[in-house]
């Protein structure tokens, strides 16, 4: 590919002419504006949007997506819907690989790279050193999930979807639930727990604290940690006959360590999970689940980093999907 010196040696301009044409100054003497155009039509020549943007002092275009667990299909849906959505408003997608001890050096590395917006799907916040850096730089973060984040959040209400799961897994006759939360303690203000614990009693699960089991998400990937805390909860036999898992990639792991604990789903345990991606419909049993649009959640994360929105929350209601690994009244 031609560097701009080469392009002005072959157009009989200077190096800021062939500049000027490439910002799109229409100033330029038309004769040698077609010129250059042709040249770097026909080499094939790409703009670095970055570079132009900075030299003008305008915002990047660049989003950095911060993902703690690359395994998981919810993360990998979620890009390509934010990439579909940024196109449309000029922006692109850079996906970064985040965990517990790598986090502040990820967002360090994202702000030298001049994004424009940082959406942390971590589990982890932000130092407050790291943090000041984001704001000094002007950077729009965004928190997904989070009950308590002082920046932009998209809060999902999952009281409708849990007490609608709720009422069709004691209408097919399970007596005990738990929660396979999966992941660390200091979470525990999760919109999902509270609405758990809520509707749980008011269906007549004896549900409390001691029904939701933490775990090592996201040291370990969320379909290990399943499966993992699946196995040790029901080798002993059958403790529960309804589980709600974080998200449906814990919900197959958690399936597989309870089939190999001589149990069957859902003849014997019901399982729901959380997402509602694509895989749900095509695993076997088909997975039960609640969630939202993915590209609704996409859209509200992108038009707050791209500085179309200054709301600083934008509101959701998760909807129960109910298939396969929950049993019906009549089974």
Known sequence: ???????????????????????????????????????????????????ANLAKNKRSTSIAMLVPDMTNYYYMQMFNEMVSCARKCGHTISIYSISTETLDEVINEVVGHRVCGIINFGLD?????????????????????????????????????????????????????????GTRRKLFQDGRIKAFLRYGSQYGFDVSEKDIFFGQYTDRSAVEEGYAAAKELFAGGQRYDGMFCLNDM?????????????????????????????????????????????????????????????EPVRKAEAVFFPRDSIRRRSE
Not at 143 to 158: D, L
């Open 250 to 310: 814990m919900a197959y792991g958690a399936i597989r360590g309870i089939r190999e604990c001589g149990l069957r789903v859902p003849a014997d345990v019901s399982v729901v999970g959380f997402d509602n991606t694509l895989l749900d419909r095509y695993f076997t049993p088909a997975l039960s689940t609640i969630g939202i649009p993915l590209a609704e959640e996409a859209e509200g994360y992108i038009r707050y980093c791209a500085g179309e929105t200054m």
């Open 125 to 181: 916040s932000v130092s407050e050193e790291s943090l000041k850096k984001v704001q000094s730089a002007d950077i729009r973060i965004v928190y997904p999930g989070w009950p308590e984040a002082e920046n932009y959040r998209f809060e999902i209400c999952y009281d409708a979807a849990v007490r609608e799961a709720m009422e069709q897994l004691r209408a097919g006759g399970c007596r005990r639930v738990c929660f396979l939360f």
């Open 1 to 51: 590919m031609l560097s701009r010196k080469e392009i002005a040696l072959r157009a009989g301009v200077s190096k800021t002419t062939v500049t000027r044409v490439l910002a799109g100054d229409r100033t330029v003497l038309p004769e040698n504006r077609e010129k250059i155009e042709r040249i770097v039509a026909e080499s094939g020549y790409t703009r670095n949007m970055l570079a």
